[in-house]
């Protein structure tokens, strides 16, 4: 540019004290912001690893070593002896396989819960949000206000209502009680969602001919990735979680693994294995955690986009 | 495209009501029936098996004057301010601390999230440990040679509650970070610029703007809160059992003990009842408010 | 200094990158006391960008920021002596307006009764006082723009920063707003510095224009002067609706230039600097600046054509046809009605049109 | 949907006559015994029940019977029973029973002559309603016990006492080398627990009696009860710094000298085996607190609800026997360290705290326990003055001892 060249030569030649700051604002590394802002930070975090870390380190000490050291310094011996037995050798009464067994009922369990809750509750906040219809609503909030109810009130009705229809104690009565529990929060997700999508989006199928079915599997279902992770990772991480309804509407030999963490972690011999106790602890919550570590920041933008369009 | 292919207005509410099923039958026979059916024999004197023998109100005046039942609604609403405070203090300044265009991001938020996906079992047992005087933080803490130092809210019945709260804070305030991120980044970016050419400081834009610009998220979050602390049960089981006494009860637990352990259902579901009350009051105008009226 | 004679605001050697991405580069430019500058281009030429670093919202990478001769390089926005009006307005959503206009003054602890007085001359210039005590949602999008500007206004600042303020608005208020910012700066005499993508906001408004593409100002001048003198290809296609034709072709050793069976003489072209060789170049004539008809025959350069297609928008008709078979536009009155295919002459001043190298798409 | 399952059991009893020899069923229990001592016992059951050709699946639940009993209870009226379950004897199943969906065992009974060899007779009484028996007692036990750890009392420097009131004086020595004079574990059972010994101890069996047999709210506010509160608090006193959950862990405090004694029954002689204690030498125990021996006939017991499957039910009938077996009574309840139902069995690997057992209970000196006397309900009451009362010293006895009249008021 011609410009550039009239005004430059003179600012250059004065000195720079006279033209004054130049370039980017410096900032210190350490500046009284920062340290302020990491060092909250990593106080935080430290205060949020700390169970973790103590977790994991009990879990590779040997139980001489618990005993005498206290539970923050790191292990002198590491021995993977505790997560083996907590895997496969740890007693509740006579069973003495872990929680290796509790793994599979767990994943048994989890999966289809996950898939069905997840579906009923994206048709109906898909209905909800499109397809309205009198009555929908009060049904909506009696849902909503279901969320908060204590789940312990609904245990009695709930082994009547599964007695009438002759699922008391199978595994189908229990993904049914997790898809109904399930449902208040993620029906308010995915209405949320879907009601934020672009309405001529919906007109526009419809005016093309596609009905209820149509519109949802075609044009909505594509376009929730971001929800469906959140609903996934909420689903997974309760259900994978869940121990009431795990130990009332199972039987032992299709206890899930909270249940036998419960159990392993209670069935005290003697003197508690701390050791065990933390890798059982570890493993039982891995699952979740994995599904965590791995879809965090979809998981941030599904928030955004299902919870809190309001 | 010709006017008969047109989905028929009839028709195509059918289609929704058929697929609102699952949905009618869990709000209509599971929650409304559940309810109905709760409420009903509170009134009798059912002990292991619901029977219809009424007996009125007596389950209730037993409720509320039974000791554990006045301290469980004590520690309760205890607990609940302490949630609910420090949940969204906490929540939104983590939030607003990772909103400052930070360095691992990703990481910071991954580690405040990661208890979140602990079930409470998981994290009662670790912070029942941490905090057992004997060989939890106070044992290292006077290993180091502060002798007179003393930290044992598990075990020391005038903050037991307290104590708990410190395993669900641990717990729960990742989730509402997440929803507080969420909410910061829904703000116009140029908010925040016109509140610095105001010169406004940043905590005075958080306070007075951008706080205020948030009520939907804040709502949200209030109502995932609200619904967590009315449910408060596994963690105090796997942290207390109640104890020290019965000094950390809850009320679901006074529920779940009364209607199994007692073999008391009309007690236990006296006190459903109560609870159920307490939220329907809260609810239900809110939630009209909310979802009741839109569009 | 700069300031002494009359500089608002000057910009020295800015540059910014992100990363490897430089978004501004070594860009000067000195904004007169009182004057309207508009920063114009396409979305994504950096003229936010840079409206932004003037603002101190954005740190530069290098150069230095000059506003009333001070160096405001590492200043605070609120220091900077600037007040600025954004595209989504960034009213504060939850005061009203009175609470919008003042709380910019109250924090920085200015007396009750300088706000109040403040706030009713902003008010009464703008003419928002009916609306002080609602709050942004219930007013109309205008409203809320001019809330956003009084909000600037109180404060009492030399320069206006204006970044896309009526890109949110329909085309009948953003015609209204135009003209009430152009008044509110004869009124105020303050300097203002305007991003638009819309030619016609920076034709009426500024007394000059900075035409920017990829993050450097292509061309500084008058509104009119850029219009009839762009000094490139790029600044004469972005300016002018409907665009300006562009005819490829070749300049054969500056008499004339050639495409098809068309020559143009341009003994009457004002060439920029001499020695033009010849070689490949643009012609570029505006549609306004072709006569028609009768008129035609009076103009240096005249030549058949047919009608191809004719698009009437109200207040004149345009009319498309071929030029050395070439898509070839031009303006007629309204009234005027041509059928298509319907024979015709056209015509045109050379000294009217300009010539661009096809390589470097520099005026020549 | 009741009647459907009376006619299948019906049908599934007739065709018990016709059966050929038994094929090897699956029987699932439940129990709550997942502890060291209790596991090994139970698992003499099993052992002893796969002998008969069937399979025992084994259903433990942890975390005592509060946890266990409320998800048998849910799988029986869910409809999903299993095949036998454990209870404590008493009053836990009567609803149950009296809903039909229980076993009617008195075939079995009469079979094997149970009237005659269970001992003593308030045992099957227990089971018995309306005339029918629905259970299997497999044990005795005994919650008037007083562990104590021989090393801490000599590393206290102070004999090991004889009695409550010896070790009650000998708290401030144990107190003096930083040991827990008693371990007391936090769950709500174990303070109530503890209390009623004392009252049967202190108190003694007449007052007992009164309060919880009769329930004499008037007696249970008067000043021999006020005795027994002046005892408990001494006791709350003594085990303040106990900072567990689990009565084993607590009886692993003793074991290990940390604790001076624990007030528990017979079951911690269980944990006091597992580690390899001999009793008389590292451990001493006093039962009714050396103040007034007796013995209550609490005791766990096994219901076996009504199933459909005839295979099952034939299964059922042969657990029932195997359980009252002498040899598997013996076996089981050396592991389990209570007293066998029989009395015509041979003890004689019983170690001394057994034998010393065995002999109150020849002598007749037995008392209902507080399964028998009270109903759940009222159970669960006491444990929550009785846990709070522990916990709060702010909770005085006298009010205490007021809230403990007024819940014996309304017992049932």
Known sequence: ?310 | ?295 | MTAANGTSVSIQDLSLNFGAVTVLETLNLDVANGEFIVLLGPSGCGKSTLLNCIAGLLDVSEGRIFIKGKNVTWEEPKDRGIGMVFQSYALYPQMTVEKNLSFGLRVAGTPKDEIAKRIARAAEILQIEPLLQRKPAALSGGQRQRVAIGRALVRDVDVFLFDEPLSNLDAKLRAELRVEIKLLHRKLQNTMIYVTHDQIEAMTLADRIAVMKGGVIQQLDAPQTIYNRPVNRFVAGFLGSPAMNFIDGQVSAGTAFKTGDVSIPLDRYAFDAAGNGGGPCVFGIRPEHVAFGEAANTMPFATDAAVEIVEPMGSDTLVWTKLGGHNFSFRVEAEKTLRNGEPIRIGFDPARASLFDSQSGNRM | ?412
């Open chain 4, 1 to 412: 949907m009741r009647y459907k399952l009376l006619t299948a059991a019906l049908a599934a009893t007739a065709a018990l006559q016709f059966a050929g020899p038994a094929a090897a069923t699956d029987l699932e229990v439940t129990h709550w015994w997942t502890s060291g001592g209790e596991a090994a016992a139970v698992a003499e059951l099993a052992k002893a029940f796969d002998a008969t050709g069937n399979h025992w699946v084994d259903g433990a639940i942890a975390g005592s019977g509060g946890t266990a009993r409320p998800i048998m209870i849910s799988r029986i009226t869910g409809g999903d029973p299993m095949g036998a379950t454990q209870f404590n004897h008493g009053r836990q199943a009567e609803e149950l029973v009296q809903a039909g969906l229980m076993r009617d065992l008195t075939d079995v009974a009469t079979k094997g002559k149970w009237t005659e060899i269970v001992r003593p007779k308030s045992l099957l009484d227990s089971c018995t309603i309306d005339g029918k028996i629905y259970c299997v007692p497999v044990n005795i036990h005994s919650w008037q016990w007083l562990w104590l750890s021989n090393e801490a009392f000599e590393k206290a420097g102070v004999p090991v006492p004889k009695n409550w009131n010896e070790f009650v004086a000998a708290a401030p020595a144990l107190e003096k080398v930083g040991i827990v004079p008693l371990a007391v574990g936090g769950q709500a059972w174990q303070s109530s627990g503890a209390f009623d010994v004392l009252l049967a101890a202190v108190g003694g069996s007449d007052a007992f009696l009164k309060v919880y047999k009769d329930k004499d709210a008037k007696f249970a506010a008067g000043p021999e009860v006020a005795k027994v509160f002046k005892a408990a608090d001494d006791a709350r006193k003594m085990a303040k710094n106990t900072n567990v959950q689990d009565w084993n862990q607590a009886t692993n405090m003793v074991i290990t000298g940390k604790a001076g004694g624990q007030i528990m029954g017979d079951w911690a002689q269980g944990e006091f085996q597992v580690a390899g204690k001999t009793a008389g030498k590292d451990y001493t125990c006093l039962p009714g607190l050396g103040l007034n021996e007796v013995i209550a006939t609490g005791g766990d017991a096994f219901y076996f609800p009504l199933l459909k499957d005839a295979d099952k039910a034939k299964a059922q009938e042969v657990l029932a026997e195997t359980l009252l077996d002498p040899k598997t009574q013996v076996a089981f309840n050396l592991k389990k360290g209570s007293l066998p139902v029989r009395g015509d069995v041979d003890v004689n690997a019983a170690n001394d705290c057994m034998k010393k057992g065995l002999a109150i209970l020849a002598k007749g000196a037995v008392i209902p326990w507080t399964d028998q006397l009270l109903s759940q309900d009222t159970q669960k009451q006491k444990e929550d003055l009785f846990s709070e009362f522990f916990a709060k010293p702010e909770l005085t006895v006298e009010d205490a001892q007021k809230r403990f009249a007024d819940l014996i008021a309304s017992a049932d």
């Open chain 2, 1 to 295: 495209m010709s006017k008969s292919e047109r989905p028929n207005p009839l028709f195509r509410n059918l289609n929704a009501k058929v697929a609102s099923i699952p949905m009618i039958l869990t709000a209509g026979v599971v929650f409304v029936g559940g309810t109905l059916w709760t409420v009903l024999y509170s009134f009798t004197n059912s002990k292991l098996l619901p029977r219809l023998n009424f007996v009125g109100l007596d389950q209730y005046y037993r409720l509320w004057v039974t000791p554990r039942w006045l301290i469980s609604i004590e520690n309760l609403l205890i607990y609940g301010a302490i949630s609910l405070v420090f949940s969204l203090v906490i929540g939104f300044l983590l939030a607003a601390l990772l909103d400052q265009k930070i360095r691992f991001e990703d990481t910071f938020r991954t580690i405040f999230l990661y208890p979140f996906a602990l079930s409470f079992i998981v994290t009662g047992l670790v912070w029942q440990w941490l905090l057992n005087p004997d060989f939890g933080i106070q044992h290292v803490v006077r290993g180091l040679g502060w002798d007179s130092f003393s930290f044992d809210p598990l075990y020391n019945s005038s903050i037991v509650i307290y104590g708990i709260s410190i395993a669900a804070l641990w717990q729960g305030t990742g989730l509402i970070m997440c929803l507080m991120l969420a909410g910061l980044r829904g703000i116009d970016e140029d908010i925040w610029k016109a509140a610095r050419v105001d010169g406004i400081p940043m905590w005075k834009t958080y306070l007075f703007i951008v706080i205020p610009m948030m009520r939907p998220v804040f709502i949200t979050t209030l109502v995932i809160i609200a619904s967590g602390i009315v449910k408060v049960y596994d963690l105090v089981v796997a942290q207390t059992s109640g104890g020290p006494g019965i000094a950390s009860e809850v009320p679901a637990k006074y529920v779940y003990d009364y209607m199994f352990f007692a073999q008391n259902l009309g007690q236990g579901f006296a006190a459903s009842t109560m609870m159920l009350l307490s939220v329907v009051i809260v609810i239900v105008p809110w939630a009209y408010l909310e979802f009741g009226r839109r569009k």
């Open chain 1, 1 to 310: 540019m011609s410009m550039a060249n009239t005004a430059a030569p003179a600012i250059a030649a004065a000195s720079q004290d006279i033209a004054g700051p130049y370039g980017p604002k410096p900032r210190r590394m350490f500046s009284r912001r920062n340290i302020f802002l990491y060092g909250t930070l990593f106080v935080i975090a430290a205060y949020y690893l700390l169970p973790l870390y103590v977790m994991v380190v009990t879990s590779l000490k040997g139980m001489p070593e618990i005993r005498l050291g206290n539970i923050f310094s790191p292990p002198l011996e590491i021995t993977f002896e505790p997560w083996v037995k907590a895997w496969s050798t740890a007693c509740t009464g006579l069973n003495c396989d872990g929680l290796s067994r509790g793994f599979w009922n767990s994943v048994r369990i989890t999966v289809p819960s996950v898939l069905l809750s997840i579906a009923i509750a994206s048709v109906n906040g898909y209905a909800l949000a499109n397809w309205r219809f009198k009555g929908a609503d009060t049904f909506f909030i009696i849902l909503i206000v279901g969320a908060f109810i204590p789940y312990q009130v609904m245990i009695y009705p709930i082994v009547i209502i599964l007695r009438e229809i002759g699922l008391y104690g199978s595994l189908s009565g229990l993904v049914i009680v997790h898809s109904i529990f399930g449902m208040p929060i993620l029906t308010l997700l995915f209405r949320n969602y879907f009601s934020s999508m672009p309405e001529e989006l919906f007109r526009a199928a419809r005016v093309d001919g596609a009905g209820f079915w149509g519109i949802f599997l075609r044009i909505m279902l594509p376009m929730s990735l971001p929800i469906f992770v959140v609903a996934i990772i909420l689903q997974v991480t309760g259900i994978w979680n869940d121990f009431l309804f795990g130990v009332v509407y199972t039987r032992p030999d299709t206890y899930p693994m909270t249940v036998q963490l419960n159990n392993i972690v209670n069935s005290v011999q003697g003197v508690k294995e701390y050791n065990v106790n933390m890798a059982a602890t570890i493993l039982t919550g891995l699952v979740p955690l994995i599904v965590y570590f791995i879809s965090g920041k979809l998981f941030v933008r599904g928030i955004a986009a299902g919870a809190v369009k309001g």
